[in-house]
């Protein structure tokens, strides 16, 4: 007989193995989806950039869960009433990671599937621009909140390249103001606070409605009304796959739920795609 240490280091040895082993049936069950798939929408969020190096807000390592007060800089209230606030941004601004960050395999893997005539819609939460920069093609890509490569001025609306902005930062304007009118610039991204623009929710939503498949990827599927685009697709009888690393309550309604690396995932799920 065994001795019973023994016995329980084989048993987790074997839970590990079946847990790899129903992980890659599902990954083997999802591709199978896609190449059958007439349509398929994505949403995706800021897991995707993560190996990228351009951390999320909650995941274990996200910006908020490290430094909950770090949120107050994406409040539009808080910005517009504070000028310490807005110095503070700026200087976010100036270090963010977007400026030098490389499309990763996940950002690849979404124009392989776009190459391969299933994409209905790339929808992003996601303001670094790295879809683009992949290749997807802009026509393709919706971008939910923003992007953060301009600046627009909250009082006329006018829009400058960042890169335009942040040199007078360097050039010692600690809160530069709107050229044309006087007004608050911000970066062109959706503050909380700030409606999403009405154009762009409904053409979202249009895609969400039209696909045969849905997935979402690395979004924590909390902030509306991005995070309600999964039920409208589930509601016209869409298949919904999740790719994230951390559980989101839609997973319960979810056909396949895959906790993996995106970066590793992605290009297996694609990579039969012709
Ligand atoms: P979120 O931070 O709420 O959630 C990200 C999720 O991705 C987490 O559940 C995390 O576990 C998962 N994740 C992170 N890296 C992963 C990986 N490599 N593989 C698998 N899963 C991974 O992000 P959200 O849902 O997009 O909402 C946050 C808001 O923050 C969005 O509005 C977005 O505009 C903004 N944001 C954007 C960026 C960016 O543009 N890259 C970065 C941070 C925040």
Not at 214 to 238: D, E, H, K
Request: glycine content about 8%; overall charge negative.
């Amino acid at each position: 007989m065994q001795p019973n240490h023994a016995t329980q280091a084989d048993t987790q040895a074997d839970t590990q193995a079946d847990a790899q082993a129903d992980a890659q049936a599902d990954a083997a069950f999802v591709a199978a989806w896609l190449t059958d798939a007439t349509a398929v929408t994505v949403l995706t969020g800021a897991g995707i950039s993560t190996e990228s190096g351009i951390p999320d807000f909650r995941g274990p390592q996200g910006l908020w869960t490290r430094d909950p007060a770090a949120q107050r800089l994406s409040s539009l209230p808080d910005y517009v009433a504070e000028p310490q606030l807005r110095r503070r941004a700026w200087q976010s601004r100036r270090q963010h990671p977007a400026w030098s960050a490389e499309p990763n395999a996940g950002h690849q893997a979404l124009v392989t599937l776009e190459r391969s005539g299933r994409l209905r819609g790339l929808l992003t939460q996601n303001i670094d621009g790295l879809h683009q920069r992949a290749g997807s093609a802009p026509t393709t890509v919706i971008e939910l909140h923003g992007t953060i490569w301009e600046v627009e001025c909250l009082g006329c609306g006018d829009r400058q390249p960042m890169t335009t902005a942040l040199a007078r930062v360097d050039d010692g304007e600690d809160d530069p103001a709107c050229l044309r009118c006087g007004g608050i610039l911000k970066s062109a991204t959706v503050s909380f606070g700030q409606p999403l623009d009405p154009d762009v929710i409904r053409a979202a939503e249009r895609a969400a409605r039209e696909c045969d498949l849905f997935l979402a990827v690395g979004t924590s599927l909390t902030v509306f009304p991005a995070a309600a685009l999964p039920r409208v697709a589930v509601g016209n009888g869409a298949r919904l796959v999740i790719v994230n690393a951390e559980p989101t309550s839609y997973d319960g309604i979810a056909n396949a739920v895959l906790r993996e690396p995106i970066g590793g995932v992605l290009p297996r799920l694609v990579a039969g795609l012709r």
